[in-house]
């Protein structure tokens, strides 16, 4: 398996224009996370899903952002309009179960830069 | 609000040395996870502890938990050079946090 793939790899944009990132999480698994880093805010969980459905939405941090997952190989993460504090490393992530001990693998991240 | 809470941030060390890195938190979890973050590059899941008592090891690494306590630690014994990297600690109670991180540099 090519492991989970997220694009683009770099984004830059200028404040108010609207950002997709995408995601393709490894075949079969069921769990599919985003994160954020900065380096103020640190490590973040923003959202994850189960079978496609939003489960613990918590962590996005305004009504600029939302995620969808319209099927098990495709995720994607919105931002809308967009802000310079919006700038950081975004992570997708999968697992076959969470909650147990199966082992999360992320994606490579898209650093997005909001200018 | 959950914290987390990890030390230390830095930490320098000679190859062949032990040490161990310490993950508080202050509220009821069962779960806390380890990751590794080299300079520049996304995150490795290390390991899931998943109760109270639970010890995983992995090469030269070694994590516990002490669910009473709200600790767990890292233990990195016989160092080398390639474990140099950033270490977070993660606990999911109500809300999923992450630690600061310890950043960790192993010198020849």
């Known amino acids: 398996d090519a492991g989970v793939i997220q694009s683009p790899r770099h984004e830059v944009t200028e404040m108010g224009q609207e950002v997709t990132l995408r995601c393709k999480p490894i075949s079969g698994h069921d769990y599919l996370f985003w994160y954020r880093q900065t380096m103020m805010r640190g490590l973040e969980l923003l959202i994850y899903?189960?079978?496609?459905?939003?489960?613990?939405d918590s962590g996005m941090p305004e009504d600029r952002f939302s995620a969808k997952m319209p099927n098990a190989s495709f995720s994607t993460l919105k931002i809308q309009p967009s802000e310079p504090r919006d700038s950081a490393v975004y992570f997708c992530a999968s697992t076959r179960w969470w909650g147990g001990s199966d082992t999360q693998y992320f994606g490579p991240g898209t650093r997005l830069t909001v200018l | 609000e959950l914290k987390v809470e990890q030390n230390p941030l830095f930490l320098s060390m000679q190859e062949g040395k032990n040490y161990t890195i310490y993950c508080n938190y202050s509220?009821?979890?069962?779960?806390l996870y380890w990751y590794r973050q080299d300079p520049g590059k996304s995150l490795e899941s290390l390991f899931v502890?998943?109760?109270?008592?639970a010890v995983k090891q992995e090469g030269r690494l070694m994590a516990s938990l002490d669910t009473k306590a709200r600790l767990s630690t890292l233990h990195i014994t016989a160092a080398v050079h390639d474990l140099s990297a950033t270490y977070f600690c993660a606990v999911d109670g109500n809300q999923f946090y992450f630690g600061t991180g310890t950043s960790l540099t192993v010198i020849p």
């Open positions: 899903f189960n079978n496609n459905v939003p489960i613990d």
């Open positions: 509220t009821t979890s069962d779960r």
């Open positions: 502890l998943l109760s109270n008592g």
